[in-house]
């Protein structure tokens, strides 16, 4: 039976065969035999992928791996060795398997009954990358990668080692600046990363899980990526894994355009997006940290947010860009000023303000006790106020508020208000405004509760409430109304949509 099915199938693919080769003649060669002209196929344009060996073996060699260490006391050999087996057993259950034990210290001899002094043993802390800037063995990389570390130790591709030393960090910007002590120091070539394009070629090189000057590659996903931090980062998709920290990005021409810093994930490694801090800026930071060895800051004392397309549209501004304006700290250089809870800041010394994490960096790096030229948007018309400068203090710059809230449709304006107190004044710092009672509606649905105070509506300053509801029978139903509401030391415009009567 086995035998017949096999010879049957033997015979269909014969049958099979035939008809394919008739067919297939047909289609070959019957345009010949009907004297038709063979027809082009469409042209495809060739596509080249890009070959990063000549990047790689160009910048590859000032690419360094960072190695950092504590120091751990250890209880007394020759002593019973209780405190030693303790931090024995917590570097097993620390490190893992993958620790190798260190030989044991010859024991000391010492006089019955006395301990001998503590004993301190150098353990690995982390491993980072970092990259070599100036022939004279400054290198930058990442506070993180240094932070906490007794001992830093760079290695380069030639296998050279070099203890290093930690010219200073800048928590805020995650930048560090280290130096070595060397001869024929391989150096990277610095870029401009405000002139970096969304979806252009770029590499990273470092020493992830310790895997030292591996190369991955990929695009720049996204420019000025506001992650909450103090700094816009810039966004790829090239692979970055614990260990690259501290490594350079670097784009098709060979220049170092950031500091690979960051990674969104879940797990802990690589899952599809990473952060870079823009060379421009650790740069910047850099040559602070080797003057003095520290960062100084301006600040002006406001805290800000974005800025709604509702916002924008209830105010008159002609785009949704900018940094609004929720608190002004009191006695501060905005306060001292003028700039008010409301203000939406559109220029800072000229250059657009087009988000509100633009702000921060611009005030920070500007010098502390200089003047600078602020742009406000208020009351539908843009003018400009001279701030002086003041150094950032602690987390004191210009710090960015909560998200704005949505802004649903509305009864009216959903709100049952009533005068503040002359002590509810004096406590908030404030000459008018009103407290509400009741919040329903779109109100409600926009997160205003009881004890709120509202401060203005559409850029009017709110007296009372007879005046407030007075203002909100004349809003225009079809339109966003701003409400600037204020909560604890927090000011920020709430847009509303009042509803026909």
């Not at 019973?80 to 993958?98: I, S």
């Not at 060379?279 to 100084?296: F, H, N, P, S």
């Not at 998200?403 to 709100?415: C, H, M, R, V």
């Not at 009881?450 to 850029?459: K, P, R, T």
Request: net charge neutral; proline share 5%; aromatic share 4%.
């Amino acid at each position: 039976m086995k035998k017949n099915i096999c010879a049957d199938r033997k015979t269909f693919s014969a049958k099979t065969l035939s008809a394919v080769c008739l067919a297939t003649a047909g289609v070959f060669f019957a345009p010949a035999m009907l004297g038709l002209a063979p027809q082009a196929a469409a042209a495809v344009p060739a596509v080249n992928l890009p070959d990063f060996a000549n990047l790689v073996d160009a910048v590859g060699p000032a690419v360094v791996n960072i190695r950092t260490t504590e120091r751990l006391k250890l209880g007394a050999q020759g002593t019973g060795g209780q405190d030693e087996q303790e931090m024995q057993e917590f570097l097993r259950r620390f490190f893992g398997g993958a620790m190798p034990t260190p030989a044991p210290a010859p024991r000391q001899q010492t006089p019955r009954g006395r301990r001998a002094a503590p004993q301190e043993q150098e353990v690995q802390r982390g491993v980072g990358s970092g990259f070599i800037i100036s022939a004279d063995g400054y290198v930058l990389s990442n506070a993180h990668v240094v932070d906490g570390a007794d001992e830093v130790y760079v290695t380069l591709t030639d296998k050279r080692e070099f203890k290093a030393k930690v010219i200073g960090a800048d928590a805020r910007t995650d930048v560090a600046l280290l130096k070595i002590e060397g001869s024929k120091l391989p150096v990277v070539a610095i870029g401009d990363s405000d002139k970096i394009r969304v979806g252009e070629w770029v590499i990273a090189i470092g020493s992830p899980f310790n895997l030292e000057n591996t190369v991955t590659a990929g695009i720049i996903s996204a420019k000025s990526r506001d992650t909450g931090d103090y700094l816009p980062l810039i966004q790829s998709d090239v692979a970055v894994n614990p260990g690259n920290s501290g490594g350079p990005m670097i784009n098709m021409r060979g220049e170092v355009i950031g500091i690979n810093s960051q990674i969104a994930t879940l797990s802990g490694a690589y899952n599809g997006i990473s952060f870079a801090v823009p060379i421009d800026e650790a740069m910047r930071v850099g040559e602070q940290l080797k003057k003095t060895g520290k960062v100084v800051r301006g600040r002006i004392g406001v805290q800000i947010g974005e800025v709604s397309k509702e916002v924008a549209d209830s105010l008159g501004l002609p785009n949704a860009k900018g940094a609004q304006v929720s608190m002004v700290e009191p006695g501060g250089p905005a306060d001292k000023a003028g700039i008010k809870p409301g203000d939406i800041i559109v220029k800072f010394n000229g250059a657009i303000v087009d988000r509100s994490s633009d702000l921060p960096r611009l005030v920070g790096s500007t010098p502390v006790n200089s003047k600078a030229t602020i742009s406000v948007w208020r009351k539908g018309v843009q003018q400009d106020i001279a701030v002086s400068i003041s150094e950032l203090d602690g987390d004191k710059v210009a710090a960015k508020g909560a998200k704005e809230a949505e802004a649903p449709a509305s009864n009216a304006l959903g709100l049952t208000v009533s005068d503040l107190t002359a002590a509810k004044k004096q406590e908030l710092k404030v000459d008018s405004g009103v407290q509400v009672d009741d919040a329903d509606g779109a109100a409600e649905q926009a997160g205003l509760q009881a004890g709120d105070v509202i401060l203005q509506l559409n850029n009017v300053a709110v007296k009372d409430a007879r005046q407030f509801n007075a203002l909100v029978a004349k809003l225009d139903p079809k339109k966003q109304a701003a409400v600037l509401v204020r909560r604890g030391d927090t000011a920020q415009f709430v847009p509303l949509k009042p509803s026909a009567k």
